[in-house]
C-alpha cells in the first residue's frame, strides 16, 4: 500500500507539473492585446468572408482569419505597412503602424492621419457614417471603419511589425465625432 501512495503522490504531482506547463505555454493572442467589443449584427460587405453570418461572434471570426508569419506580412504589404514600429509605447507604435496603413490606397479614401495625444490616439474617418449616406452605399458604418483598424493592428501584431507593451482598447468609430479612439488600458 505505501509503493500505491508513493506511486499516486508522484503521478499527481507529474499531473500538476504538466498543467503548470501548459498553463505556462499558453500565450495571448493579438485579439487580447488590442481589445474591441463589436457585438453581433449585420456585419456588411466591407468584411464578407471574414465574417459570414451575424450570429458567429467577432472574436470566432478573428480566430478562424487570424494570420500569422508570412500572411500576416502579405496583408501588411498589401495595406502599404513595410517598415515596423520602433517606439516602445503601445500608442505610439500604433500611430506608427497606422500611419503607413492610411496612406495607402486601399485605406486612405477611408481615413486621415491618425492624432496622437496623452490621451488616446485618434484616427479620423473621412466618409460620413449617417444612415443615409450608409443607405446610399457613399457612407460607412462605424463598425465597419472600426473592423479595419483593429484587424490591421491585429496583422501588425502577428507579422511582429507591432509589439504593444501594454493592452490598447479600441473605441468604435463615433458618427458624432467622425473618430476611432484607441486608449491604453
Do not use: C
Not at 18 to 26: D, I, L
Not at 107 to 130: E, I, R
Amino acid at each position: 500500500m505505501k509503493n500505491f501512495d508513493k506511486m499516486f503522490a508522484q503521478a499527481v504531482r507529474l499531473v500538476l507539473e504538466e498543467k503548470g506547463k501548459k498553463e505556462e505555454k499558453k500565450s495571448v493572442s493579438a485579439k487580447d492585446i488590442v481589445v474591441w467589443g463589436p457585438g453581433p449584427g449585420n456585419w456588411g460587405d466591407v468584411i464578407k468572408g471574414i465574417k459570414e453570418d451575424a450570429h458567429t461572434t467577432y472574436d470566432e471570426a478573428i480566430a478562424k482569419t487570424s494570420a500569422t508569419g508570412g500572411k500576416a506580412m502579405s496583408l501588411m504589404g498589401k495595406l502599404g505597412v513595410t517598415k515596423p514600429a520602433k517606439a516602445t509605447d503601445p500608442l505610439e507604435a500604433a500611430n506608427e503602424i497606422l500611419q503607413q496603413a492610411v496612406t495607402n490606397a486601399a485605406m486612405a479614401d477611408m481615413f486621415g492621419q491618425p492624432v496622437l495625444s496623452k490621451t488616446g490616439l485618434t484616427v479620423p474617418v473621412n466618409l460620413p457614417m449617417d444612415p443615409e449616406s450608409i443607405k446610399t452605399k457613399e457612407g460607412v458604418l462605424p463598425r465597419n471603419a472600426t473592423v479595419w483598424i483593429h484587424l490591421t493592428l491585429l496583422g501588425a501584431i502577428n507579422s511582429n511589425m507591432f509589439r504593444p507593451g501594454s493592452k490598447l482598447k479600441i473605441e468604435t468609430a463615433s458618427p458624432k465625432t467622425g473618430e476611432i479612439v484607441i486608449r491604453k488600458i
